[in-house]
């Protein structure tokens, strides 16, 4: 069963959204190999596997079921399915999204947002299905969407550098929802704000969620392990290096301050974290809901 939550009205659970294998050396960035493998250790061809561990927001007051993230999707074809090693929730009806959504107890029917971190296709794959007409649709073409402004755009017309990560057919047919183009942080929905980060790419958010006098942070690719929530431990993936630090020293800062329950996407093992600081040093630690 799924560990829940509670933030006054919200309450929050993350749910299995299935996982891919990336290379671990560019998901360690500059640290050295002797020293990431005893994080998690690389299979032969030296990649780590990765959860893409989403998280549902349910209000019955507000009326409103709120999902973060959408995982990989099963649109791509088998190679790219090989390169990445990518599974999929079990089961065989409706798209991996909805097993997900289902396997964790709650109705497909009742999600009204999807609030999209970043285009990149291990987030938002699982957004669109391959429909009769061998066309990529939205999954819930009735749900709010919400993505930032400037990430849109970069999702449009990438760099060289991220093209791979940014496939069209994840993000074109999300414009006939109800797309919420976002420019930068705010609150969207009573308890739930998002915050615009750059640093791992362009218009990124990560989502507060306030209630009860709780904190829970949902960090996308800002800390994708608990091992990257040091903050000198950046991705080769992130454009900007540097700018992750800043942005995840002053997430650490935050996160003491509020106490606050730290969801991690990517990680395999380890679904939440809770900061720690010792002598001016912060240090992630793994908490368990059950
Ligand atoms: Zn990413």
């Not at 690719?221 to 020293?249: C, F, S």
């Not at 935050?254 to 730290?262: F, K, Y």
């Amino acid at each position: 069963m799924t560990a829940k939550t509670k933030l006054g009205s919200w309450e929050i659970s993350t749910i299995e959204g299935g996982g891919l294998f990336l290379d671990g050396g560019a998901m360690f960035g500059s640290v050295p190999r002797v020293v990431w493998e005893n994080c998690i250790s690389p299979d032969s061809s030296h990649r780590i596997p990765l959860a893409t561990r989403l998280m549902i927001a349910e209000n019955p007051d507000m009326q409103r079921l709120v999902v973060i993230d959408a995982g990989v999707g099963d649109k791509e074809e088998q190679a790219f399915r090989d390169r990445f090693a990518v599974w999929l929730p079990e089961g065989s009806s409706g798209t991996p999204l909805e097993r997900a959504i289902e396997g964790a107890g709650f109705d497909v029917n009742l999600v009204t947002d999807l609030i999209v971190t970043h285009l990149h296709f291990d987030h938002v794959g699982g957004a669109t299905k391959i429909d009769s007409a061998a066309e990529s649709v939205p999954v819930f073409p009735n749900a709010r969407h919400w993505v930032q402004k400037r990430n849109w755009e970069t999702a449009l017309n990438p760099n060289i550098r991220e093209r791979a990560s940014y496939l069209r057919q994840n993000v074109e047919p999300l414009e006939a929802t109800d797309l919420q183009l976002l420019d930068g942080s705010s609150e969207i929905l009573p308890g739930i704000s998002v915050e615009e980060v750059d640093g791992h790419t362009l218009g990124m958010q990560t989502v507060r969620i306030e209630g009860g006098g709780k904190v829970v942070r949902y960090l996308a690719d800002l800390a994708p392990t608990i091992h990257h929530l040091k903050a000198a431990w950046t991705m080769g993936y992130d454009i900007n290096p540097l700018k992750v630090v800043a942005e995840k020293q002053a997430l650490l800062e935050a996160a003491v301050e509020e106490d606050a329950l730290l969801a991690l996407e990517h990680d395999p093992e380890n679904p939440w974290a809770r900061i720690e600081q010792d002598q001016g040093r912060y240090r992630a630690e793994p908490v368990s809901l059950e």
